[in-house]
């Protein structure tokens, strides 16, 4: 696909005409922000960053992001007719990851959605609709606590606060820039009042970065274990889907809508209609989510990933899933010499690929070297819309066909859509 089709000097107006218009790239959200009704809600600026469809009601909401992807797919010319978009069963309050931007000012400490928020934010803390409530709790109880004047040598050293676990349990990460005997003494004190303020917390944890760095548990990026401490608690977060139970370190990404994993794993084994001459070879798979969910309907599962807590987790899950017994897993980057490198399977069985990318897409040359392997079926699932076109196209020129695409509405509240694509070969 050309530069030029990714730059397009048009836009879409409301009635989803084209108007010659602007020479800025048409995006999901782009379109998205063409249909979406004014904001009414007086104080919405203050959840606009992190959640900027929040006040709309939620079956409208999906019937807007229905018909800005359904103009996204027509307006790049995109094979095939998307199925009709998959609600979320928790439209709010669904997310089991969340994180404030920390910023000591005066004697107080704010947590914030980001760096600019504070020039709206009027607020030490404000709660956002897309959380669960115990996340309030502890951000407004660490807000107060923190402000007070013993905690600020803390207070001052700190560049993120991050809730993360299940709707059962939550652990707490406290990143900061630097560490040394007075803050490690202030960090345990503060754990200690955690216990007390709800059983719910099951863990608190340090990580440093002296850099300050946009720290994201989200973005599949590897954390420096040496830099992370346990204070109290467990080592891992533990989640059960579809009677299936996962244990992984509370670094490893993990999906932030519990509500929507079981959805999630029921439309990927839909769609791939698993067979017992048939082996599944999954990319980028974390702790072994769709890797152990799925083991008992293939001959064998090979599970791929470089992110070290993550794969050690899908090795030790193992043995709270008695039908992985024939899982395997390898810890390696997947780059396109990784996919060289997978050895052959018996002739007599056929290759199934998942291929579950970071946001940003795979590495050049992996898509190719997957086409070389001829894989039977692929479910590539992209965690943003935006990457859809290039991923196609790649395919494409594989040789591969567009089957089936089922979007999901993984991310309510903001302009996102997680989007599973199934392809087979087109001489099929």
């Known amino acids: 696909m050309s530069k030029k089709q990714y730059r397009p000097k048009n836009t879409y107006s409301k009635d989803s005409k084209i108007v010659e218009k602007t020479d800025e790239p048409v995006t999901y959200a782009s379109l998205l922000k063409t249909i979406v009704p004014k904001i009414e809600a007086k104080n919405h600026y203050v959840t606009k960053k992190s959640a900027p469809l929040v006040h709309l009601d939620y079956h409208e909401e999906l019937r807007i992001k229905e018909k800005a992807f359904d ?10 007719k998307p199925a ?27 947590l914030l959605f980001g760096d600019k928020a504070l020039s709206t934010q009027k607020w030490p803390f404000v709660e956002s609709p897309l959380e669960p409530p115990e996340h309030g709790r502890i951000y407004s109880f660490l807000q107060a606590k923190l402000s007070e004047p013993p905690y600020k040598l803390l207070a001052t050293h700190l560049n993120y606060l991050i809730i993360r676990g299940s709707y059962s349990e939550q652990s707490v990460i406290f990143n900061v820039d630097a560490l040394n005997g007075p803050l490690v003494r202030k960090l345990k004190m503060i754990a200690e009042h955690l216990k007390k303020l709800d ?13 300050s760095s946009d ?15 346990k204070l109290y608690g467990k080592g891992d977060v533990a989640v059960t889907h579809q009677k299936h139970r996962y244990r992984f370190h509370p670094t490893s990404f993990s999906q932030v809508n519990e509500s929507m994993v079981p959805v999630m794993l029921e439309q990927a084994r839909k769609l ?18 769709f890797s152990h969910y799925l083991a008992a309907d293939y001959n064998q599962v090979l599970g791929i990933d470089g992110e070290g807590p993550s794969i050690r987790s899908a090795v030790a899950n193992k043995k709270l899933n008695p039908a992985s017994r024939k899982t395997k897993f390898l810890a390696r980057w997947i780059t396109e010499n990784t996919i060289e490198d ?6 007599s069985l056929t290759e199934t690929v998942i291929l579950d990318p970071p946001r940003q897409g795979p590495k050049d040359g992996v898509i190719a070297a997957l086409c070389l392997r001829e894989p039977h079926k692929v479910l590539h699932i992209h965690c943003g819309v935006d990457q859809i076109p290039s991923s196609i196209e790649q395919w494409q020129q594989g040789g591969y066909q567009v089957e089936k695409i089922v979007p999901m509405d993984m991310f309510p509240g903001t302009p996102n859509l997680e989007v599973l694509i199934l392809l087979t070969p087109a001489n099929s």
């Not at 944890?205 to 002296?210: A, E, H, L, R």
């Not at 082996?279 to 980028?284: N, R, S, T």
Request: net charge positive; proline share 8%.
């Open 71 to 80: 103009l996204y797919w027509d307006h790049f010319k995109l094979p095939g």
């Open 272 to 289: 791939l209609d698993p067979g017992s001459n048939e082996v599944l070879i999954d990319l980028y798979c974390g702790y072994g989510l």
């Open 84 to 110: 009709p978009l998959i609600a979320s069963p928790m439209g709010r309050q669904y997310r089991t990851t969340s994180k404030r931007k920390t910023l000591h000012k005066g004697r107080i400490l704010y």
């Open 342 to 347: 997978i050895q052959p399977f018996a002739a």
């Open 215 to 229: 720290y994201y548990l989200e973005a599949r990026q590897p954390v420096d274990l040496l830099n992370f401490k």
């Open 199 to 211: 059983k719910s917390i099951t863990g608190a944890y340090i990580y440093t970065d002296p850099s």
